[in-house]
């Protein structure tokens, strides 16, 4: 479809000058580019500020797609900004994409390309193309709209401006979530940010391809051959719903939608995911990293995501931490004092980030760990080493022996007076 439209007052709309979008013009038409255009999130949110009479919603980033080299147009646009106001400039080269920082503005400029999944969840294999067809291999209708600023002409070949009437998100084709499946977790992110829902068609597509599950991958395979969209897209995709949207809210539609399966399904089944990140919080944990921990096969999941090695130790050491505590029968631990539960936590070496991860998930033995965690590891000596020594103590093993005694004696006298 396309209509005309008011390009001004759709960019004052949201935000961005028109001298923005008179230094693009003038840009395309300089280097000859035949076609450019505005999609993407500063289009969709524009119209949803203009369709429910707010301004609620706010994108700042500004997608542009050309008909052209987007490494030719970003040079040529460099030449027009005073170098003081380039932040970054950042050229991807498999994509063909270039993203520049300036005046305040993270500006993404794409050639215009097609896309084809050789296999379900591998990296598509990408040619440049039209606009148009630029817009067919996005993720939702919404999100397949273009404003031609040449033209001022809206083009909405896929009818994303009647779902964003109806607030929800439908896929463009019948295997969008097939060729990937992080498009579900991109929908979650969506919902939660603007308060849509799946249209049904696409929650029944949701619902059939993973009951159907068309990726050659498995649980229980080697998690270095799981397809990009189930490894290091899907890490992508879930640490920017973690740190940029309503996390809760998107975790509960990716468990109400059955998508947690995707990552591993004891996640799918876990109730306390919300209590390990609410405390991840307080205790500096990657948000990520707790969200795995309640996994069936953590550091497998962790592997397969590709997480960071200092992250996949974390999640082994509270493996291992977890393991110990199980093995153990729950009533030989009523009788320990605080310095019984210092000695255990310390002479296995435990990180404190171990820890508190393991506090956490919930284990039963949560409180005296974060007792130890929050008081008794800042509890040092009564009688600092230089005073021991000016009691004739010699500086060796046996003093730091003696400070950690008499440490843990103070510390056991302090939950006396406490008690």
């Known amino acids: ?44 949110d524009g119209f949803l500020n203009d369709l429910h009479s707010n301004d609620v919603y706010k994108t700042f980033d500004v997608d542009v797609v050309i008909e052209g080299s987007s490494s030719q147009f970003a040079s040529a646009l460099l030449h027009k900004i005073e170098k003081k106001n380039i932040k970054s400039f950042t050229f991807h080269q498999t994509y063909k994409t270039v993203e520049v920082t300036f005046n305040g503005i993270l500006l993404d400029i ?20 039209r606009i148009e067809d630029d817009l067919a291999r996005r993720d939702f209708t919404v999100n397949a709209i273009a404003l031609d600023i040449y033209k001022g002409e809206l083009l909405d070949p896929f009818q994303g401006l009647k779902d964003l009437k109806n ?43 993973l009951k159907d599950w068309p990726w050659g991958w498995h649980s229980g395979d080697n998690p270095d051959l799981a397809p990009p969209a189930l490894g290091t897209r899907l890490r992508m995709e879930l640490e920017i719903l973690l740190e940029r949207e309503p996390w809760q809210l998107a975790l509960s539609f990716l468990q109400d939608w059955g ?16 209590r390990r ?17 309640g996994a069936r096969e953590p550091l497998v999941l962790a592997k397969r995501l590709q997480l960071p090695q200092n992250q996949q130790k974390l999640i082994l050491e509270v493996s291992k931490l977890n393991d110990l505590l199980r093995s153990k029968n729950i009533k030989d631990f009523f009788d320990w004092t605080p310095a019984h539960w210092c000695k255990f936590l310390e002479s296995n070496e435990w990180s404190p980030p171990a820890i508190a991860l393991t506090i ?43 400070l950690n005694r008499l440490r843990l004696e103070k510390i056991n006298n302090e939950q006396r007076r406490h008690a």
């Open 1 to 44: 479809m396309r209509n005309p439209v008011n390009p001004e007052s759709l960019l004052n709309l949201r935000g961005v000058s028109i001298d923005l979008y008179q230094l693009l013009i003038k840009t395309a038409l300089e280097i000859g580019i035949k076609k450019i255009a505005l999609v993407g999130g500063i289009v969709r």
């Open 110 to 129: 794409a050639s215009a390309r097609e896309e084809n999944y050789a296999s379900p969840g591998l990296n598509p294999l990408v040619h440049p193309s």
């Open 167 to 209: 607030r929800q998100l439908a896929f463009l084709h019948s295997k969008s979530v097939a060729d990937d499946p992080t498009r579900i977790i991109r929908g979650a992110r969506y919902a939660s940010r603007l308060g849509f829902s799946l249209a049904p068609e696409a929650l029944k597509q949701v619902l059939t391809t």
């Open 259 to 274: 998508a947690l399966i995707l990552l591993d399904q004891g996640l799918q089944s876990d109730h306390q995911w919300s």
């Open 277 to 293: 990140l609410h405390w991840a919080k307080r205790f500096g944990i990657h948000p990520l990293t707790a969200l795995i921990a």
């Open 360 to 402: 956490s998930t919930g284990n039963h033995l949560w409180r005296p760990m974060f007792r130890w965690w929050s008081k008794w590891r800042h509890i040092k000596s009564p009688i600092s080493a230089n005073k021991l020594i000016q009691q004739g103590w010699q500086p060796g093993p046996s003093l730091g022996k003696e």
